[in-house]
């Protein structure tokens, strides 16, 4: 296979402890994140939250600044709009508006009027619409917590089954940690969190698994390889600078591809993207400088060589 670098020799587990500082760092972040989105302080988009969202188009251009100010007259002050912009057209909208005191279908019927009488003169057409209540919105936001938890532990019980139990957690904090920087991140950077950024952290999380793997893999084979003739910490080191061109090959490829999707991908696909890609950045950093380096450190504390 293709190198892009040579033979290395770095010390990656010497510099654990800086690692895990700054782990420590996005762990915090993304805890402060779940538990601001548990108290219903973040930004959630409709699929959690409840509400109503529009896509249509006008037949001429209409300025973004006079549609929402059109909308915000109106009563939906909080309401967010994104203009389209596919295929050369540039007169299309989203209009999101969060979760109100009337009905569902009554908000929907309201924008629709609201946009229609302040360009009487510029045909609006609705392409769809997308209506979930506040009780909908709750379920899904509990039914992505489990989706989320669900997949982490089956990842435990994987690993664990292939390597061994303490090889399992690390590969599990690792991949929590991956999840929990992406949510962080997107708490602080207040993008909306919706089903497609939780799809992207589910996407992360088994991208993150499949990097810390192959590194498991050949910590196993060195360890085989050359049992008795070397200390643990120098074996784990040997197999990370290993498996290094092809980590970084790895994370160069999917990153082409989901970058063109963030520049290119419009609107509707841009966080999704964004998310992918600050998860691909953590998880060929994780898998690099947390799964190995804790499971070093148990190996320490606890003697008992990797199966």
Do not use: C
């Not at 989105?37 to 249509?56: C, H, R, W």
């Not at 089954?161 to 940690?177: E, K, S, Y």
């Amino acid at each position: 296979m293709f190198r892009i670098i040579g033979d290395t020799n770095i010390d990656f587990i010497g510099m654990r402890w800086k690692a895990f500082l700054l782990s420590g760092l996005l762990i915090i972040l993304g805890l402060t994140a779940f538990v601001m989105i548990a108290l219903d302080k973040a930004n959630m988009g409709i699929d959690f939250a409840g509400g109503t969202m529009l896509q249509g188009n006008f037949d001429q251009p209409v300025d973004i600044g006079e549609l929402r100010g059109a909308v915000t007259s109106g009563g939906f002050p909080e309401a967010s709009i994104q203009r389209l912009e596919q295929h050369n057209v540039t007169n299309a909208f989203i209009v999101r508006v969060k979760d109100t005191k009337i009905e569902d279908q009554e908000a929907a019927d309201v924008l629709i009027g609201i946009i229609k009488e302040k360009f009487p003169e510029n045909a609006f057409h609705l392409d769809s619409q997308h209506i979930i209540g506040p009780a909908v919105g709750k379920t899904l936001r509990k039914d992505a917590q489990w989706a989320v938890l669900i997949s982490i532990m089956g990842m435990l019980i994987y690993i664990g089954l292939r390597f061994d139990f303490r090889a399992g957690v690390a590969a599990t904090i690792a991949t929590f940690h991956d999840v929990l920087a992406v949510l962080g991140v997107f708490f602080i950077l207040n993008k909306e969190i919706n089903l497609l950024v939780i799809t992207a952290l589910l996407t992360l999380a088994g991208y993150s698994l499949t990097d810390t793997v192959v590194v498991y893999d050949r910590i196993r084979e060195n360890l085989k390889k050359f049992r008795g003739k070397g200390e643990f910490v120098s074996t784990v080191n040997k197999s990370i600078n290993e498996v290094l061109s092809r980590t970084i090959m790895t994370s160069l490829t999917t990153l082409i591809v989901i970058v063109t999707i963030l520049i290119f991908g419009g609107e509707v696909l841009r966080d999704f993207a964004l998310a992918l890609t600050i998860g691909i950045l953590v998880g060929t950093y994780s898998s690099v400088f947390v799964a190995s380096p804790i499971m070093v450190e148990w190996e320490a504390r606890s003697p008992k060589r990797f199966k």
